[in-house]
């Protein structure tokens, strides 16, 4: 089922560089943090043998969720990883994330939300590519409106809710071809 293609897109990326911030584009209100945050949280994600570097970003409770697809759990979460990422690296993906804002802000989260699009580049030779939409729900340390998430690098559970709510085409190949190869 191509639908299932779509999840190590948004679960790995390239080996030798991750995800990619060349377009992105951070709106009022985005602290400059998480950009790191973002990085250290994706790298782990985009390594299709990482495990704890990880989901050590998560809450015990913590959800990866990709379309129809959910994940509860570190373990469950590593066994969807697991389950959708070659481990063999006949293919490497790449995120590039773009626009980015704060969705929602309570005394207990902030909800960033990021589009972009993911390179799939297989060792075969094509290299495709499809378009997200991703919300990040990150805790706070202090239970407040006005304090910040913790957005530290260093994984300590601070992540409940990592949710692909968007992802077009759905199948993987595309027929979109990437735009690193465009001259």
């Given at each position: 089922?191509?639908?299932?293609l779509?999840?190590?897109?948004?679960?790995?990326?390239?080996?030798?560089a991750?995800?990619?911030?060349?377009?992105?584009?951070?709106?009022?209100?985005?602290?400059?943090?998480?950009?790191?945050?973002?990085?250290?949280?994706?790298?782990?994600?985009?390594?299709?043998?990482?495990?704890?570097?990880?989901?050590?970003?998560?809450?015990?409770?913590?959800?990866?969720?990709?379309?129809?697809?959910?994940?509860?759990?570190?373990?469950?979460?590593?066994?969807?990883k697991?389950?959708?990422?070659?481990?063999?690296?006949?293919?490497?993906?790449?995120?590039?994330?773009?626009?980015?804002?704060?969705?929602?802000?309570?005394?207990?989260?902030?909800?960033?939300?990021?589009?972009?699009?993911?390179?799939?580049?297989?060792?075969?030779?094509?290299?495709?590519?499809?378009?997200?939409?991703?919300?990040?729900t990150?805790?706070?340390?202090?239970?407040?409106?006005?304090?910040?998430?913790?957005?530290?690098?260093?994984?300590?559970?601070?992540?409940?809710?990592?949710?692909?709510?968007?992802?077009?085409?759905?199948?993987?190949?595309?027929?979109?071809?990437?735009?690193?190869?465009?001259?």
């Amino acid at each position: 089922m191509q639908l299932t293609l779509a999840i190590p897109a948004l679960l790995a990326a390239r080996f030798v560089a991750a995800i990619d911030f060349t377009d992105y584009d951070p709106q009022p209100g985005v602290q400059p943090e998480f950009k790191d945050f973002l990085n250290a949280l994706v790298t782990p994600a985009e390594n299709p043998t990482a495990t704890t570097a990880y989901t050590d970003f998560f809450t015990p409770d913590g959800m990866q969720t990709t379309l129809s697809i959910h994940c509860v759990g570190a373990e469950a979460i590593t066994r969807c990883k697991q389950r959708f990422l070659p481990v063999d690296g006949r293919m490497t993906l790449t995120h590039f994330p773009n626009t980015t804002f704060i969705a929602d802000n309570n005394a207990t989260a902030t909800v960033y939300e990021a589009h972009g699009r993911i390179e799939n580049d297989f060792k075969a030779g094509n290299c495709s590519q499809i378009y997200y939409k991703t919300q990040y729900t990150v805790l706070k340390t202090n239970q407040s409106i006005d304090a910040a998430p913790n957005l530290s690098t260093t994984p300590g559970q601070q992540v409940y809710w990592y949710h692909d709510y968007f992802v077009n085409p759905t199948g993987v190949p595309s027929n979109i071809p990437c735009d690193s190869l465009k001259a």
